[in-house]
T-cell receptor, first 114, second 111 residues
Framework: NAGVMQNPRHLVRRRGQEARLRCSPM?????VYWYRQLPEEGLKFMVY????????ESGMPKERFSAEFPKEGPSILRIQQVVRGDSAAYFC????????????FGPGTRLTVT | QQPVQSPQAVILREGEDAVINCSSS?????VHWYRQKHGEAPVFLMI?????EQKGHEKISASFNEKKQQSSLYLTASQLSYSGTYFC????????????FGQGTRLTINP
C-alpha cells in the first residue's frame, strides 16, 4: 500500500512566480491536510480538505494561497506571487476520515524562493 | 493555543528511558504523537483519545490525563533509532481533525 506521495520534492521559484505543490493521499484515504514547517520549528496547520470540499482553511494566509482536492487527481496547494517568506517545507497528510484517526504524512516539498 | 512540550531537548545513552510531556491550556479530545528525523517526514507513533482509547505501533507507550490536559510519551530502553524530534499534535474538538503541534522535543541517543 503506497504511502502519501508529494511532488515535487524540491521546488525553486523566483520571487513573483507561482508554486504548485501536489499531494496524492494513501489509497482509501479521502481526507487531506496541508502543514507548513519552517526550519527548526514545528508544523503549522494550513488547510483540511475532503474531496471537492474545503473543510477548514483557518491556517491559510488570506492572500496568494489556495488549495483544492478535486474529484479526480491529487490535492494541490497553490502559492501565487511567492515571496522569500514562503520558503519552507510543506507537508501533506492523509487520513481515512474516521474521527481523530491518525494522519500519515508525505515526504514533503521543500520550497525555496530566491 | 499551541501545546507546550517539555523538555525542549534531552540527551540519553542507549538503553536509558525518556519521558516527553505535552501540556495544553485547552480541553483536549485527542493527542497525537509523531517522530521526525532531520529532513524527513513526521512518522506517526501514537494516538490517545478522550475516554482512554489508545492506538500505537511501536514499543512506545503514552498516557493522556484529560483533567490536566496533558499527555506524556514514554520511551523505555531507548535505541539509537529513537533519535529525532518528537512532536505532539492536539485536537480540541472531536472530528475537527486539525492538529495543533507543539514546538517539539529533540531527543539524542548516544551509544
Amino acid at each position: 500500500n503506497a504511502g502519501v506521495m508529494q511532488n515535487p520534492r524540491h521546488l525553486v521559484r523566483r520571487r513573483g512566480q507561482e508554486a504548485r505543490l501536489r499531494c496524492s493521499p494513501m489509497k482509501g484515504h479521502s481526507h487531506v491536510y496541508w502543514y507548513r514547517q519552517l526550519p527548526e520549528e514545528g508544523l503549522k496547520f494550513m488547510v483540511y480538505l475532503q474531496k471537492e470540499n474545503i473543510i477548514d482553511e483557518s491556517g491559510m494566509p488570506k492572500e496568494r494561497f489556495s488549495a483544492e482536492f478535486p474529484k479526480e487527481g491529487p490535492s494541490i496547494l497553490r502559492i501565487q506571487q511567492v515571496v522569500r517568506g514562503d520558503s519552507a517545507a510543506y507537508f501533506c497528510a492523509s487520513s481515512p476520515g474516521r474521527p481523530s484517526y491518525e494522519q500519515y504524512f508525505g515526504p514533503g516539498t521543500r520550497l525555496t524562493v530566491t | 493555543q499551541q501545546p507546550v512540550q517539555s523538555p525542549q531537548a534531552v540527551i540519553l545513552r542507549e538503553g536509558e528511558d525518556a519521558v516527553i510531556n505535552c501540556s495544553s491550556s485547552k480541553a483536549l479530545y485527542s493527542v497525537h504523537w509523531y517522530r521526525q528525523k532531520h529532513g524527513e517526514a513526521p512518522v506517526f507513533l501514537m494516538i490517545l483519545l478522550k475516554g482512554g482509547e489508545q492506538k500505537g505501533h511501536e514499543k512506545i507507550s503514552a498516557s493522556f490525563n484529560e483533567k490536566k490536559q496533558q499527555s506524556s510519551l514514554y520511551l523505555t530502553a531507548s535505541q539509537l533509532s529513537y533519535s529525532g524530534t518528537y512532536f505532539c499534535g492536539t485536537e480540541d474538538v472531536q472530528g475537527a481533525q486539525k492538529l495543533v503541534f507543539g514546538q517539539g522535543t529533540r531527543l539524542t541517543i548516544n551509544p
